[in-house]
T-cell receptor, first 111, second 113 residues
Framework: DQQVKQNSPSLSVQEGRISILNCDYT??????FLWYKKYPAEGPTFLIS?????DKNEDGRFTVFLNKSAKHLSLHIVPSQPGDSAVYFC??????????FGTGTRLTIIP | DVKVTQSSRYLVKRTGEKVFLECVQD?????MFWYRQDPGLGLRLIYF???????EKGDIPEGYSVSREKKERFSLILESASTNQTSMYLC????????????FGPGTRLTVT
């Protein structure tokens, strides 16, 4: 049973526009959420995180929004750049160091 | 910077062979993890370890075992490789001090023929 779901396998966005990646979860015990970025032939790298006590966290061009009532989080990238083309995974934790990952969304930025 | 290294980038093995995948981290992290990544399935946790000689099963431990004799090294063992274990294997580590961020190695692409 997939507890963390990324329903869009792929997304294409024009350079300079906003990229919005979505993630839904079913486990109400999750209280910490992370986004990872993965280039081909490399391991995932940490991008940004959010605790369940917040509804927004921002780091430069990246903002993560959390809607606990809807069990939904999203990652906004503004403005999108060609180097943002990668696979993005969301992940969630129940308050321990074990993470549950989503299936990933492949983002392609069109120049 | 945290560095997580994996012994091989690419590996080809035959069905029935015993396979060892090695992972080393240089940041004195308490926790280490093994995942496999498959298309459409994301990253799935195989095993993790929160201390030397300690291990816990993840979501898909069948067909795998692990060993952690030293804090910096975590090995994944395929006792008898099968074709359905063809995958990308990723090792990660985390501090174990309440921080959830995990640092990943570059991955090992294993093909079992």
């Amino acid at each position: 049973d997939q507890q963390v779901k990324q329903n869009s396998p792929s997304l294409s966005v024009q350079e300079g526009r906003i990229s919005i990646l979505n993630c839904d979860y079913t486990n109400s015990m999750f209280d910490y959420f992370l986004w990872y970025k993965k280039y081909p032939a490399e391991g995932p790298t940490f991008l940004i995180s959010i605790s369940s006590i917040k509804d927004k966290n921002e780091d430069g061009r990246f903002t993560v929004f959390l809607n606990k009532s809807a069990k939904h989080l999203s990652l906004h990238i503004v403005p999108s750049q060609p180097g943002d083309s990668a696979v993005y995974f969301c992940a969630a934790s129940e308050g321990n160091e074990k993470l549950t990952f989503g299936t990933g969304t492949r983002l392609t930025i069109i120049p | 910077d945290v560095k997580v290294t994996q012994s091989s980038r690419y590996l080809v093995k035959r069905t029935g062979e015993k396979v060892f995948l090695e992972c080393v981290q240089d940041m004195d992290h308490e926790n280490m993890f093994w995942y496999r990544q498959d298309p459409g399935l994301g990253l799935r946790l195989i095993y993790f370890s929160y201390d030397v000689k300690m291990k816990e099963k993840g979501d898909i431990p069948e067909g795998y075992s692990v060993s952690r004799e030293k804090k910096e090294r975590f090995s994944l063992i395929l006792e008898s490789a099968s074709t359905n274990q063809t995958s990308m294997y990723l090792c990660a580590s985390s501090t174990g001090q309440g921080a959830y961020e995990q640092y990943f190695g570059p991955g090992t692409r294993l093909t079992v023929t």
